[in-house]
């Protein structure tokens, strides 16, 4: 699979480089703020995401300074592990308070609840900086991944937490599944769904 010149394959040297990319795009979320309470919070837990388990487990592919994604392929676990929740508990607590502490919690049960059961890719997130919006850089970063779904014949997976990237995420193939909400009061996520463009034996 050839890969475009400028994207990279974040490692543990550049993982604090597509966290602060991802945690910047992600400052506006509306269910991220919902569940973190500001963006600080949120920064901080994208970064700590990346380390323990996108990158460290996953395909998170980035452009310096532009855009990043985090994937996981279907063999990966997508548990977090007990110190980012400690680490993250603490962050929260500090910085918005408990009642975002219990939101969190609320979220991520949610989220591991409604996740399908078949293998699959699965998309965390895309994330462009401001800067870096409107040139098709986050349509580019997906495809990239999407690909090496379709030749290894899997679906792909995420939720939809911004009504604003429906489009661009049916233009990839993307059908929405029913709705869900982790708690009263929290915006709406659009689990999304995309079989294979390719039929190939798995492997």
């Known amino acids: 699979m050839s890969h475009p010149p400028n994207f990279q394959l974040a490692d543990a040297s550049t993982a604090d480089q ?28 994208l970064l700590e995401l990346g380390h323990e388990l996108y990158v460290r487990h996953g395909m998170s592919w980035f452009v ?16 977090t592990g007990l110190r980012f929740t400690a680490i993250m508990a603490q962050v929260i607590l500090r910085h918005s308070g408990p009642r ?41 970063l997906i495809s990239h991944t999407l690909r090496e779904a379709d030749e290894r014949g899997f679906p792909t997976y995420l939720e939809n937490s911004n009504p604003a990237n429906t489009y661009l995420y049916q233009s990839l193939g ?24 390719t039929t190939q034996p798995q492997r």
């Open 174 to 197: 993307f059908t929405p599944l029913p709705r869900i909400s982790p708690a009263p009061g929290c915006p709406i996520v659009t689990p999304m769904w995309r079989e294979p463009r």
């Open 18 to 45: 597509i966290g602060d990319i991802i945690g910047h795009a992600f400052a506006e979320d509306p269910v991220s703020l919902w569940a973190c309470g500001n963006a600080r919070v949120i920064h901080r837990g």
């Open 64 to 79: 310096p300074d532009a855009g990043g994604t985090f994937w996981l392929p279907p063999s990966a676990s997508k548990e």
């Open 100 to 140: 975002y502490a219990v939101r969190a919690l609320q979220m991520d049960s949610c989220f591991h609840k409604h996740r399908p059961k078949t293998p699959h890719y699965y998309l965390f997130a895309v994330g462009v900086l401001p800067a870096a919006r409107g040139r098709g850089l986050g349509k580019a």
